[in-house]
């Protein structure tokens, strides 16, 4: 064979995997169209192989009012839709019928969230997160799990809804077998700095790479830097698991608004914090700094109405208000985070896209989850199609890495 035969095979052959390169990415590939979150242009977004391969702009313009944002994503979230992920018998069933729920509303990744319990009760429910986490429809919408406390203040109004019973000291030998029976998932830890023994326990996890919250606490300022310092990067629902009455000067808000390297997690539900307190907490950290969460308990997505709630009157009233009339407080959240892009929007009158990285960038930055949380060539294709009225995002389509979950009818 001489050599001009030899370069010419060899050009045919890359020219044939080529064109079939091209055949087959094309097969797999589909589009979605929408109004681009970050500037309300039209624009197509190409999924191959469950990630997103491109993002063309529109030349033609639309009449559609269609929104095209990433995945939101949701670090806080106790229950939905009748199921709460702390109930005793907790089952694989009732974690995928709140997963399917909660896709519903947009939400393509979530970290399932266990509060104070009983040793017992933490363990097997931690290993049912852990089969979840695993599960062929719904693990690739929860990458982990929060566990929030028990290692919190003991105090009224500082200990928030969480039971007195099960608030305890933080023990690292314990939380290894919270940590062992969730398979290694557990991602974020929330607990009170003023406890016996936190520093060390934050050191630990930060090396872990378990990211701390401080909430449910009472630290003072020189506590609150410490726990910073040996890794604590979370204000968990900041303005929330406070006391009502507190020391103007020396209370746990200010040093927690003033140190930048604090995350801010926030509940815009319109019942949690008054629109003052969220444009006050917007300013201080920035919107990077800012994390929406939901952290809505079993009875979100159910409708209005009196429930009876482990042996107590709930009443959920129309606005998405949960609360125990007998004593007139709240009794946890019920709107999902869509609610909570729509009134940061309305409340600090920021953009729509900042909105949504507050709900969908900011955790995958602080999470770590690289892969998803912007609309960019390479991440997950997790993105939610909606409209917007009055400040309220209404979802038409979810979309879990390039597989629709959710589709309006
Ligand atoms: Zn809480």
Redesign the pocket.
């Known amino acids: 064979m001489n050599q001009f035969k030899i370069i010419f095979i060899s050009l045919f052959i890359i020219f044939v995997a080529l064109t079939t390169t091209t055949y087959s990415g094309e097969k797999n590939s589909t589009r979605v169209q929408g109004l681009f979150y970050l500037d309300g242009e039209p624009i197509s977004v190409v999924i191959e192989d469950g990630r997103i391969s491109q993002i063309i702009r529109n030349k033609k313009a639309t009449s559609s009012d269609v929104y095209i944002a990433p995945g939101l994503i949701d670090v806080?979230l106790n229950g939905y839709a009748g199921v709460s992920f702390t109930q005793a018998g907790l089952t694989l069933e009732e974690v995928r019928q709140a997963t399917r729920a909660l896709w519903k509303e947009g939400v393509t990744t979530y970290l399932p969230t266990i509060?104070s319990a009983s040793h017992q009760r933490i363990k097997e429910n931690m290993a049912v997160l852990s089969d979840a986490h695993e599960d062929d429809e719904i693990g690739v919408s929860i990458p982990g799990f929060f566990l929030?406390?028990p290692y919190?203040s003991p105090i009224d109004g500082f200990r928030?809804?969480?039971s007195k019973e099960w608030v305890r000291q933080p023990d690292w030998d314990e939380f290894m077998e919270y940590y062992e029976a969730s398979g290694g998932n557990i991602l974020q830890v929330?607990l009170a700095p003023e406890m016996e023994n936190a520093m060390e326990f934050i050191r630990k996890c930060t090396a872990r790479g378990i990211l701390v919250g401080l909430?449910?606490h009472n630290g003072s300022a020189e506590i609150i830097k410490q726990a910073v310092d040996a890794g604590a990067r979370i204000s968990?629902?900041l303005g929330?698991?406070c006391a009502n009455t507190i020391h103007r000067h020396h209370n746990p808000l200010w040093a927690q608004l003033a140190d930048d390297r604090l995350n801010a997690t926030i509940i815009v539900d319109g019942h949690h914090l008054t629109q003052d307190e969220v444009q006050v907490f917007y300013k201080a950290k920035g919107p990077d700094r800012i994390l929406l969460v939901s952290?809505v308990t079993k009875l979100a997505g159910m409708a209005p109405g009196e429930y009876n709630w482990d042996g107590k009157r709930v009443v959920m009233t129309p606005d998405g208000m949960l609360k125990y009339p007998e004593q007139d407080v709240l009794a946890g959240a019920s709107l999902p985070i869509r609610i909570g892009v729509g009134n940061l929007m309305k409340y600090t009158h920021c953009p729509l896209s900042e909105a949504i990285h507050a709900a969908s960038r900011s955790q995958a930055r602080v999470f770590g989850f690289s892969d998803r949380g912007e609309i960019l060539p390479g991440k997950r294709a997790d993105l939610i199609l909606f409209t917007i009225e009055n400040n309220t995002l209404h979802i038409i389509q979810t979309i879990v890495a390039g597989v629709t979950v959710f589709q309006q009818d």
């Open positions: 806080q509060i929030e406390g919190i928030g809804a969480h929330t909430g449910h968990t629902h929330n698991g952290d």
